[in-house]
């Protein structure tokens, strides 16, 4: 494994994912600083035009209506911080996918088996190299997204407005976390199926069915143990916590929400059934350039 790191940081593109994770997580927090900006006279007399105009056509409607919505810390959190961590998911896997099958698509992993034989061991230390590297990009780009974020929310609100539960820590571990299953599971996923397109094929996949199973849901009521298999919540419960009042879900309202410890088993049991069929796989195949 100490061998797998330091060919890895050797690398060049190391030092591009790393800069690349922190620029992706300095890239969030503008999309919701003038969310945190508490309302000014100005929002008040825009307000007031804007419902003078509506109010003949909306007799429910008064000035308040038509002001702009201010987050608090929470759900700068819950709204911002978490779901921008679940998006950057993807970037750590596309990462691992690109790094773990380069080797592959070079030839280098024939060369790698001539002075490692052992292909067990040479996965186990593959995975776990690309399970740390995932934890590490996700680490920068949620100490990069946090702290300008907690930065731009002090400078206009002031340290007073900070909560001492925010939930701001759970999101960066939880992220992390998510970051270390996402890179040994893409690592798993190149050495059951020889290469990086058909596991990146897959992965879109399963993102597009995921998200064409919530559009429906809308609609449809659909059986909620489909939900319970889903990665894309699990992610969430993992990250954002599903059961935390102040991120809305649905379709899962009203029943019964998944919890951080069910989502850590859930990953843990697809990290075990992906090793198992790498291994065969690893183990069976021919590897050629």
């Given at each position: ?10 690398r ?44 003949e ?17 929470h ?66 780009s ?16 002031g340290f ?5 539960d ?124």
């Open positions: 494994m100490l061998a797998e790191a330091g060919r890895l940081r050797h060049s593109r190391f030092g591009l994912a790393l800069l690349a994770a922190v620029l992706l997580g300095l890239v969030g927090p503008p999309l919701w600083m003038r969310t945190v900006v508490p309302l000014t006279a100005d929002d008040y007399a825009a307000a007031a035009a804007q419902y003078e105009v509506a109010k056509n909306c007799t429910d409607c008064s000035v308040d209506t038509f002001l702009r919505t201010v987050w608090g810390f759900e700068t959190v819950y709204i911002g911080i978490a779901p921008w961590l679940l998006l950057l998911t993807v970037f750590v896997l596309l990462v691992v996918l690109v790094y773990t099958s380069a080797d592959f698509a070079s030839g280098a992993i024939t060369t790698q088996l001539t002075f490692t034989p052992n292909r067990l061991k040479l996965l186990c230390a593959r995975v776990l190299t690309c399970g740390l590297l995932g934890a590490v990009l996700m680490g920068l949620a100490v990069a997204l946090s702290g300008l974020s907690v930065v731009w929310y002090v400078a206009v609100r007073d407005s900070l909560p001492s925010s939930g701001l820590l759970g999101a960066i571990l939880g992220g992390i976390f998510l970051g270390f299953v996402a890179g040994m599971l893409g690592a798993l996923l190149v050495f059951i199926l020889h290469g990086g397109a058909y596991p990146g094929a897959l992965v879109v996949a399963i993102l597009l069915g995921c998200l064409l199973v919530e559009a429906i849901a809308y609609d449809v009521n659909l059986p909620h143990f489909m939900f319970y298999l889903m990665p894309t919540r699990h992610a969430e419960s993992l990250v954002v916590g599903l059961a935390n009042p102040t991120y809305e879900q649905a379709p899962l309202n009203g029943t019964e929400l998944l919890t951080r410890p069910d989502s850590v088993a859930y990953f843990v049991g697809l990290l075990v059934v992906a090793g198992v069929l790498a291994v065969i796989s690893f183990q069976r195949r021919d590897i050629k350039n």
